[in-house]
């Protein structure tokens, strides 16, 4: 399984893009970052596109991927797939013909560019030669982080979230897990707002992690606030876990 990072920040400045990974090329963890760095065809081979939660910086570009595919796709749509409150909240409150058009009908109701997906959480998903699963994590809105299994390999993403216990849980279950992709949002003065916005600093990732019963296994932190990455290195080195890394922004990593 590749997973190549499209984004991996909390934030958007020059060089620095929102959270969107690309596994194997076909399969999207949130859309942050695509029509701005896929080329067309890139972006035309597509298929799944798992959403974590609502906020904008993890759905922005699902709505310039349709506008871009919306001519030319009329038999394969772009399956965009969450727990059914995710998804109704995107249909509402973007695709609802005033933010955006609602491509669930476009080009044509028969052959639409996007199709939404309701999956129920904790539930194995056959998506080809993927099995994924979504998680109930801890964020101020609802959200869901994924396992992603390709063969005998799994990845956990937890996408935004506060401390948590159920995804530490499935994770201990998981004897093939190869990586975990957790945010690490905020340095550690800034824990108030790191609380009270459902997200995590160093120190409070030091305390999840102790959840994590599969030593050894590569964590790998996105979501970083690009204006505070400097002090993150210098905080997460200081917890003195092992095997820890910062994800890096169009890299491609084989799990
Ligand atoms: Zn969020
Ligand atoms: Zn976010």
Not at 214 to 232: C, D, N, S, T, W
Request: glycine fraction near 6%; charged fraction near 25%.
């Amino acid at each position: 399984m590749e997973i190549r990072v499209l984004g991996c920040y909390g934030g958007e400045l020059p060089g620095y893009r929102f959270c969107s990974f690309a596994v194997d090329g076909k399969l999207l963890l949130d859309a942050g970052a695509v029509t701005s760095v896929l080329r067309l065809p890139e972006q035309r081979r597509l298929s799944y596109i798992l959403v974590t939660h609502t906020h904008l910086d993890h759905i922005k570009d699902i709505p310039f991927l349709a506008a871009n595919l919306v001519d030319e796709r009329f038999h394969q749509p772009v399956n965009i797939i969450s727990t059914g409150q995710i998804i109704e909240s995107i249909k509402s409150h973007l695709f609802n013909d005033a933010l955006w058009p609602d491509f669930t009908v476009l080009p044509t109701v028969e052959f639409p560019v996007l199709k939404f997906i309701s999956i129920d959480p904790e539930v194995d998903v056959p998506l080809q030669e993927f099995t994924i699963r979504a998680i109930p994590v801890n964020h101020t809105v609802r959200a869901v982080g994924y396992i992603i299994r390709k063969g005998r390999s799994a990845i956990l993403y937890t996408g935004d979230t506060g401390p948590t216990e159920r995804i530490w849980e499935e994770a201990n279950d998981l004897e093939d897990l190869k990586a975990v992709m957790v945010e690490t949002s905020f340095p550690n003065g800034l824990r108030a707002v790191a609380e009270s916005s459902g997200h995590m600093t160093p120190l409070m990732l030091k305390r999840e992690l102790k959840k994590l019963r599969r030593r050894g296994v590569p964590i790998l932190l996105a979501h970083m606030k690009p204006q505070y990455l400097g002090l993150l290195k210098k905080e997460v080195r200081q917890i003195g876990y092992p095997k820890i890394s910062f994800l890096r922004q169009g890299e491609r990593y084989q799990f």
